[in-house]
T-cell receptor, first 112, second 111 residues
Framework: TAGITQAPTSQILAAGRSMTLRCTQDMRHNAMYWYRQDLGLGLRLIHYSNTAGTTGKGEVPDGYSVSRANTDDFPLTLASAVPSQTSVYFC???????????FGQGTRLTVV | RKEVEQDPGPFNVPEGATVAFNCTYSNSASQSFFWYRQDCRKEPKLLMSVYSSGNEDGRFTAQLNRASQYISLLIRDSKLSDSATYLCVVNPSYGNNRLAFGKGNQVVVIP
């Protein structure tokens, strides 16, 4: 069972370049999320989507955009990367009752 | 005030000992509560949900105190494999799927 998959697992990106982090789930969960995790700051919500076709801003949305064209996919785009976006990014999904959130394995992004 | 607050530690625990820690949440209307475990350089995974009546899973016991707005996790007979970061997670808004995470309690079990 695949569950939730992120790609790539790691990336070094030049500042000013754009990049899309991919996230796919096969559990038919309505809700999906993007978090970033930084040392000392914990997991912070970037954007979320309660259902296909809708998205919302989380705690730290600036510099990021998302789309939710279908249930399975929830890509995160950095339009013009900056070094402060160096982080570990986790995608997650859950059913509408939020009984459990399932996480992808994470993407380690370094912006230089 | 942060939605979920935890003392990050680290909590250095001798093998076989008991360790307990709390987290506090700010929204009294919060509906769902969880403890997640995160191993180094890995994704968080659900350890246990926390119910109003409390719940126990083997050596792990979770409690919810709505009056004081905190949840707790107790680990008995600590094993080396319990070394991890334990994340307190709250759904702060009824009808909203968004989860709020604490920074985590880092537990290091020492032989």
């Amino acid at each position: 069972t695949a569950g939730i998959t992120q790609a790539p697992t790691s990336q070094i990106l030049a500042a000013g370049r754009s990049m899309t982090l991919r996230c796919t789930q096969d559990m038919r969960h309505n809700a999906m999320y993007w978090y970033r995790q930084d040392l000392g700051l914990g997991l912070r919500l970037i954007h979320y989507s309660n259902t296909a076709g809708t998205t919302g801003k989380g705690e730290v949305p600036d510099g990021y955009s998302v789309s939710r064209a279908n249930t399975d996919d929830f890509p995160l785009t950095l339009a013009s990367a900056v070094p402060s976006q160096t982080s570990v990014y986790f995608c997650a999904s859950s059913d509408s009752a939020v009984t459990e959130a399932f996480f992808g394995q994470g993407t380690r992004l370094t912006v230089v | 005030r942060k939605e979920v607050e935890q003392d990050p530690g680290p909590f250095n625990v001798p093998e076989g000992a008991t360790v307990a820690f709390n987290c506090t949440y700010s929204n009294s209307a919060s509906q769902s509560f969880f403890w997640y475990r995160q191993d180094c350089r890995k994704e968080p995974k659900l350890l246990m949900s926390v119910y109003s009546s409390g719940n126990e899973d083997g050596r792990f016991t979770a409690q919810l105190n709505r009056a004081s707005q905190y949840i707790s996790l107790l680990i008995r007979d600590s094993k080396l494999s319990d070394s991890a970061t334990y994340l307190c997670v709250v759904n702060p808004s009824y009808g909203n799927n968004r989860l709020a995470f604490g920074k985590g309690n880092q537990v290091v079990v020492i032989p």
